[in-house]
């Protein structure tokens, strides 16, 4: 009799352990970044099971990796427990090509980047229109758009640089006033730039012009929709200015060691 019973407690105490110690906490490891397989690996050793509920596409990423889980890492959990997951896709959804021809650079580069397209090179040509797309390249073709191409595709922009193909020969504008200056500027298809006065200079409209950027010189021509900047002074300014360069100039002429 006192053998069986102590037959009957030792089966019950060690049975209470193997149950007791059967479903434990484990905790949930960081399957961050993992493939499949490795999450399998991963998983099994620690006596948890997986089931991918979701997938999505994220450029950049590597395909079929782990991009989120629940119950998260760190989590204590019951040995068995499945661990949901977020995978990336293995293929890229499809998406139609924006229409981004005669719109701003800036605006190009955010519709790409909302359709989960990557902006490529930007090449400037030689037209009026500064920072204007005038053509979307795929793959170095040009893409219409409506066409369906994988989330992720990089398009290249080729875009306006302001200025233009055509060219002008460059006016010279020293000596005259501004107001007329600004006048041939605008005559010429050029853009004035930066308006520089001088401390004599108390109204811009009867100035003078005594410098201009690019400088002058006979033949120079510039493209359409360049910029010119002017330097400008009071008018009776204007000749002290001139007097100044003339003797400059003589001074240089008379130099025994200016060079040939």
Do not use: W
């Amino acid at each position: 009799m006192i053998i069986t019973l102590l037959l009957a407690f030792c089966i019950l105490y060690f049975g209470l352990q193997m149950y007791t110690r059967h479903g434990e906490e484990v905790t949930v490891p960081d399957l961050a970044d993992m493939s499949i397989k490795q999450v399998e690996q991963k998983l099994s050793s620690n006596n948890l099971k997986y089931k991918v509920t979701d997938s999505t596409f994220v450029v950049g990423r590597k395909p079929g990796i782990v991009l989120g889980q629940y119950p998260k890492a760190n989590h204590k959990v019951k040995e068995g427990r499945k661990i949901f997951l977020t995978v990336n896709a293995v293929e890229a959804p499809r998406v139609k090509m924006p229409e981004l021809i005669d719109k701003s650079l800036r605006y190009a580069q955010m519709q790409l980047k909302n359709m989960g397209l990557i902006v490529g090179e930007i090449t400037k040509k030689p037209d009026l229109a500064k920072d204007a797309v005038l053509q979307q390249e795929f793959n170095g073709t040009a893409i219409e758009a409506g066409t369906e191409i994988f989330k992720g595709s990089t398009i290249d922009l080729i875009v306006g640089d302001g200025l233009g193909s055509t060219q002008f020969q460059m006016p010279d504008l020293k000596g005259i006033p501004f107001v007329q200056g600004k006048f041939n500027i605008q005559a010429s298809s050029l853009r004035l730039g930066a308006v520089i006065a001088d401390q004599t200079v108390v109204d811009t409209a009867s100035s003078v012009i005594y410098r201009q950027s690019p400088e002058f010189y006979p033949g120079r021509l510039v493209n359409i929709g360049q910029t010119i900047d002017v330097f400008i002074t009071h008018p009776e300014n204007f000749q002290k200015i001139l007097e100044a360069e003339m003797k400059l100039e003589e001074e240089e002429e008379s130099n025994p060691y200016k060079p040939n």
